[in-house]
């Protein structure tokens, strides 16, 4: 099984554009979720999703929309790209909050926007 | 509300025992995991464990819970120069919450 796969794995913004990037888990798993990560901050959530259809909004939400069209994808958008939207992005799946085999992480997403 | 919070750095030798501490606020937490990233890579799941216990060995790591204090504490026996990573801790109730990680240093 490949897991948690994210694409792309690199990519350089200019600001004011747009892009979107793409998680795909083979798990079955009903919850995905969107974490940035920055130096000396940890993982912060930006969005989430508990299943097909639902979207719901983390701690930093500003600046991205998501959809989960499909239960296996979840799909982050940045519409204007700012330079404060550098960072490592990272997507995560996870059965039921009742389980507890934790979350699978994909590789992540590194962003710079110039 | 939520909060999970560790110290940003640690340096041990080769061979040492290494202990990375965290204090979380939410009490409904009921899974605390350890979670280790290395360069350039994502988040592995290393070890858990639930609200009820107050120990968990798995091997060279040792977790313990003080659920009094809100304390969580993660020992890695014979610590090895692989073992230099950043170690995140985290709280789950409805999501997990990460800390700001910890960097382990191994020197020889």
């Known amino acids: 099984n490949a897991g948690v796969t994210q694409t792309p794995k690199f990519r350089v913004l200019k600001t004011g554009q747009s892009m979107t990037l793409l998680c795909a888990q083979d798990m079955n798993h009903e919850y995905m979720y969107w974490y940035r990560q920055d130096p000396g901050m940890g993982l912060r959530l930006i969005h989430y999703?508990?299943?097909?259809?639902?979207?719901a909004k983390g701690e930093v939400p500003d600046g991205y929309n998501v959809s989960r069209l499909k239960k296996q994808n979840f799909l982050l958008g940045l519409e204007s790209a700012a330079p404060s939207q550098t960072s490592v992005y990272f997507c995560?799946?996870?059965?039921?909050?009742?389980?507890?085999?934790?979350?699978?992480f994909g590789s992540g997403t590194r962003l710079t926007v110039v | 509300g939520e909060d999970v919070e560790q110290s940003l750095f640690l340096s041990v030798r080769e061979g040492d025992s290494s202990v990375i501490n965290c204090t979380y606020t939410?009490?409904?937490?009921?899974?605390l995991y350890w979670y280790k990233q290395e360069p350039g890579a994502g988040l592995q799941l290393l070890t858990y464990?639930?609200?009820?216990?107050d120990m968990k060995q798995d091997q060279r790591l040792t977790v313990l819970l003080n659920k009094k204090d809100k304390h969580l504490s993660l020992r890695i026996a014979d610590t090895q120069t692989g073992d230099s990573a950043i170690y995140f801790c985290a709280e789950r109730s409805d999501k997990l919450i990460f800390g700001t990680g910890t960097r382990l240093q191994v020197f020889p």
């Open positions: 995560a799946s996870s059965y039921l909050p009742d389980r507890d085999y934790g979350y699978t």
């Open positions: 939410d009490s409904s937490s009921t899974y």
């Open positions: 999703s508990v299943g097909e259809g639902t979207t």
């Open positions: 464990i639930f609200s009820n216990m």
